[in-house]
């Protein structure tokens, strides 16, 4: 008993020093499964919401005409932020920042877990903007996205109630995007002013609802306070760390559950959520491949 106790002694460092060099491997590998054990998920919850059946009918509902005019309006809405990020980055060529948008939408909506944001710092730098001064516009530009959503959606809102007051705080959220430069100025190398704070605010806000109106033209849909609210869902999504692979699923939710609390079904927005998330995937592909191309190219 005591020779087994010595041993049991002997060992216990060497074990639980062993199972120290594991846990972290092991917390790793739980990390890189995560992404992949949600989009398998939510593709279920996808596909038991909409068979195969209906999701073909869904795609022969929309005719080449619908289409083309979706595709339109979402480029400009691409070319509408490209130049928005070409006033905040003065130091690149409008084309430069057109490449940049390109890669970083289409890499943010294909890969989990908002890794996709890496590029815009990645390709940054490739161009020969600093880190820092990088982290800062990027920062600006993701504020001016989420306030044009909430000045969007209040605006929508009040017409729909004919409120007054809601007129008044979109304008009053517009107003804040304004100056969003001044808590920023704290990042080395960051310069901003009003004047190009107004004009990247204006085009954040057209963006947004340049891609809004591609949503309607593509599904023949009426403008509703309902339908923006679940496209502002489905935006957050793919910036949140549980957007999956693709976003398939996680977009798809995010888009319907906000319309569910006003009562629509839940089945029929991740009908028309399932038809917009394809259309924008494909189109981000087509430009973001191109971007690629070119910013890879010695």
């Known amino acids: 008993m005591c020779g087994f106790r010595r041993r ?43 068979p195969p059946k209906e999701i073909l009918s869904l795609f022969a509902e929309v005719s080449l005409k619908d289409f ?19 006033l905040l980055l003065k130091e690149l060529s409008f084309f430069q920042c057109f490449l940049i948008n390109s890669a970083n939408v289409f890499l943010n909506n294909l890969l989990p ?17 600093s880190l820092q ?25 009040a017409l729909h109630r004919g409120d007054f007051r809601f007129y008044i705080l979109s304008i009053f959220l517009f107003f804040i995007s304004l100056f969003i430069h001044i808590p920023l100025s704290k990042f080395k190398n ?4 009003l004047l190009t704070s107004t004009f990247a605010s204006s085009l954040s806000v057209i963006s947004s609802l340049m891609k809004f109106l591609s949503l309607i033209l593509l599904l023949g849909l009426a403008p509703s306070v309902e339908l923006f609210l679940g496209f502002s869902g489905g935006e957050l999504s793919s ?56 910013l890879h190219k010695k």
């Open 8 to 50: 049991s002694c002997h060992r216990d460092p060497v074990s639980y020093g062993g199972q120290k060099d594991r846990d972290p491997r092991r917390a790793t590998g739980l990390k890189r499964l995560l992404p992949l054990l949600l989009t398998l998920i939510f593709l279920s919850l996808l596909l038991y919401f909409l």
């Open 68 to 86: 083309l005019w979706a595709s339109l309006f979402y480029g400009l809405s691409h070319l509408s932020r490209s130049l928005r990020w070409k």
């Open 113 to 129: 877990a908002r890794t996709g944001e890496l590029s815009w710092f990645y390709y940054s730098k490739r161009l020969g903007v």
């Open 133 to 157: 001064r990088s982290v800062g516009i990027f920062l600006w530009g993701r504020i001016l996205d989420l306030i044009a959503l909430f000045v969007l959606l209040t605006f929508f809102y």
């Open 190 to 193: 960051f310069k901003g002013d």
């Open 239 to 294: 910036v949140l760390p549980i957007h999956s692979f693709g976003g398939l699923g996680t977009y798809e939710l995010s888009f319907s559950l906000p319309q569910k609390l006003f009562g629509e079904s839940l089945k029929e927005g991740m009908k028309v959520a399932f038809v917009f998330h394809s259309f924008l995937l494909l189109s981000s592909a087509l430009y973001g491949l191109i971007a690629l191309y070119f």
